[in-house]
């Protein structure tokens, strides 16, 4: 197969050497055409009154660039945590805003029409702080919810008043739930519905994300629980666009387990991503949204690649093109700067990354918005959340506080590090390469 050495609409001239960055750099051909435009293309030009916003982006550019309002709180019971300072006001021009980092009162919303009723004081107090906070922002917003617990194995928190604080009981529905096993199989489709409607007339977004990284439900539970609980991100779709000036809806997907990654026992057996794609395509069949959101985080897995550790430059587009009648937009993506071990027992080799690496993933990303002329571009987060000089090392060190936190996360560290330290921007404010392309495509 014929491969490229840059196999981008924009052209720069990058060192290689690093692992990875020759992983990125070996990009192949064969991304899919672009389909022909839906009728609702979902490029974000609604009828939601954005202020003194611009009614899109400029001329020539599909997508709008932004980054999550989140950051993490070492000290906190909750880390992630809603927050504007990750985003580098100057660097976005939209921001994600997770609302569901609160989980929803369930029961307050399955009364008749699913109206709130009885929501918990301490619940709505952190809903208006964060709406107060979306506000500030002076951006094109994305809110975000989701049906699904921060693990992606059962329903979202449920959020109740518990001696006058915001409790969230992450257990209330048995693992794995499944709606066809319940005496009320809609009750809770019904209530996330109305949930979904009342928090867009709270907030007016831009887009309201109904769903992300849904496919992780049918990873951990499988086929017919995954059918039920897209059942409520199309029931919430349904419910939204019935409301006047409704904002464009969105469900996101996780790129890398459709491809099958991480590998795992009884799936995708000897066989590459892209076949692996093919055959798990068929979970983006019962979406229902205006634009189909991509999450990617591909670092971890570069020498899982069956074909010779290369990254093929229709990563992120080949799962767009297999929704083609849909929009897209890459609503979560990072790539670390640095290279990290992972203390599996002792420390061994995880991820070869460098400065090089993260400015060519951010390349693909940006020419993949481009080609499949998508919606958004979500950088996770813009400015690191900790020291990331830190959390690549391995045994941890350099600050007790931060690695005493990632030993008690045990086994779940890693999802963490490879997130908190894979900003276009460290925590210091030193701007990394990658960010000149940022700002070109910005039109600085």
Avoid at 320 to 345: F, W
Wanted: with cysteine; aromatic share 8%.
């Amino acid at each position: 197969m014929q491969r490229l050495l840059f196999a981008t609409k924009r052209l720069h001239a990058f060192s290689t050497g690093l692992s990875l960055a020759a992983v990125l750099l070996a990009l192949t051909t064969g991304c899919g055409s672009d389909p022909d435009p839906a009728e609702d293309t979902g490029d974000g030009n609604t009828d939601v009154d954005a202020g003194e916003l611009p009614d899109g982006p400029p001329p020539g550019r599909s997508f709008l660039l932004g980054g999550w309002a989140e950051s993490y709180d070492l000290t906190q019971a909750r880390p992630w945590t809603p927050n504007l300072e990750p985003v580098a006001d100057e660097l976005a021009e939209a921001v994600l805003v997770p609302l569901d980092t609160l989980g929803i009162p369930w029961e307050s919303f399955t009364g008749p029409d699913n109206v709130p009723a009885d929501l918990p004081g301490p619940w709505l107090a952190e809903v208006q702080a964060i709406r107060a906070l979306a506000e500030s922002a002076g951006k094109h917003i994305a809110l975000r919810l989701s049906p699904l617990s921060t693990n992606f194995d059962t329903l979202a928190a449920d959020a109740r008043e518990d001696n006058g604080a915001l409790a969230l009981n992450e257990t209330w529905k048995n693992y794995c739930y499944d709606p066809s096993s319940d005496g009320n199989p809609t009750k809770y489709r019904d209530a996330y519905a109305g949930f979904a409607a009342w928090a867009v007339q709270q907030f007016e977004p831009r887009w309201v994300v109904l769903g992300h990284r849904m496919n992780l439900y049918e990873d951990n539970c499988g086929t017919s629980p995954f059918d039920a609980l897209v059942g409520f991100t199309v029931e919430a779709n349904a419910r939204v666009k019935a409301l006047d000036a409704a904002p464009l809806t969105v469900v996101g997907v996780d790129v890398e387990d459709l491809y099958g990654l991480p590998p795992k026992a009884g799936r995708c057996v000897a066989v590459t991503p892209a076949d692996c794609l093919a055959e798990r395509r068929t979970l983006l069949a019962g979406i229902d949204a205006d634009v189909l959101g991509l999450e990617s985080y591909p670092a971890p897995y570069a020498a899982d690649f069956a074909t010779g550790d290369q990254l093929p430059a229709d990563w992120l587009t080949a799962v767009a093109d297999a929704r083609a009648d849909m929009t897209a937009g890459v609503l979560g993506t990072s790539l670390p700067a640095q290279s990290m071990r992972s203390q599996q027992g002792v420390c061994v080799g995880w991820i070869d990354s460098s400065e090089d690496a993260q400015r060519l993933w951010l390349d693909n990303v940006l020419n993949a918005a481009d080609t499949r002329d998508m919606s958004f571009v979500f950088w996770r987060s813009l400015v690191d959340l900790l020291e990331a000089d830190v959390v690549a090392t391995c045994p941890c060190s350099g600050d007790a506080a931060t690695c005493n936190h990632l030993d008690q996360l045990g086994a779940r560290a890693d999802d963490v590090r490879v997130l908190v330290g894979a900003g276009l921007v460290g925590l210091d404010g030193t701007e990394r390469p990658a960010v000149q392309q940022w700002r070109t495509t910005l039109g600085e």
